[in-house]
């Protein structure tokens, strides 16, 4: 069955440091991959999504991600974290037909 | 456009009662799903409609729970003799019809069963 592992429940960085989030899946074919962010009241949105092509993919307010096959990972990025960043991201993978399965989340706060 | 709207916002209801939530996806999305977040954990698949082919429902977790769609526009979630342990928050999203296509997502229904 698919899976999806967010190994980071809280991650908390510096405003202007770098970001990573992990995500790692488990998917027997080639995987579409999306990262959400839902911030505090409000519903998800997706920042980016990768089906197939080139490996790193940009998505919107400077995030970009990079799927990895050989380490089954999918592993969310920003050079610079601004405040407005903080919220939850939740990795998710599309599990045959629509549906989607998604990771447990990382919540990420930014400190000043 | 409109987005995904869902209704209502918050409900809170008694153990044993029975709950009604609604969806209205984005016009022109075929595809619909049903997601459960409990607190402090991921999103949780519960079911899926796809135009006029049968619904996925293989994520509900008991037949407690049920869902409608209405053509391609509304559906219903309901959950019957609600338990303490349904207490969620209950996003619904809609999509075009091919495998990838991105979610769109409501701003969900909190459910909280006393």
């Known amino acids: 069955a698919q899976s999806v592992t967010q190994p980071d429940i809280h991650i908390t960085v510096s405003e202007g440091a770098s970001l990573e989030l992990r995500c790692n899946y488990s998917y027997g074919a080639t995987p579409y991959l999306f990262w959400y962010v839902q911030s505090p009241g409000q519903g998800l949105q997706l920042l980016l999504k990768?089906?197939?092509?080139?490996?790193l993919v940009q998505g919107i307010k400077g995030f970009e991600a990079e799927f990895k096959r050989s380490q089954s990972s999918f592993n969310l990025r920003k050079p610079s974290v601004h405040w407005s960043d903080a919220a939850e991201y939740f990795c998710a993978v599309g599990a045959g037909g629509n549906k989607l399965v998604f990771g447990a989340g990382t919540i990420l706060r930014v400190k000043s | 456009g409109a987005g995904v709207s869902q209704s209502p916002s918050n409900k809170v209801t008694e153990k044993g009662k029975d709950v009604e939530l609604r969806c209205d996806p984005i016009?022109?999305?075929?595809?619909l799903y049903w997601y459960r977040q409990r607190l402090g954990q991921g999103l949780e698949f519960l079911i899926y409609?796809?135009?006029?082919?049968?619904?996925?429902k293989s994520g509900l977790p008991s037949d407690r729970f049920s869902a409608e769609r209405t053509g391609e526009s509304v559906s219903t979630l309901t959950i019957q003799r609600t338990q303490q342990e349904d207490s969620a928050v209950y996003l619904c999203?809609?999509?075009?019809?091919?495998?990838?296509?991105?979610?769109?997502f409501g701003p969900g229904t909190r459910l909280t069963v006393l």
């Open positions: 016009s022109g999305h075929t595809a």
């Open positions: 990768y089906f197939s092509g080139d490996t």
């Open positions: 999203a809609s999509s075009l019809s091919r495998a990838g296509d991105t979610q769109y």
């Open positions: 409609f796809q135009g006029n082919s049968a619904p996925d």
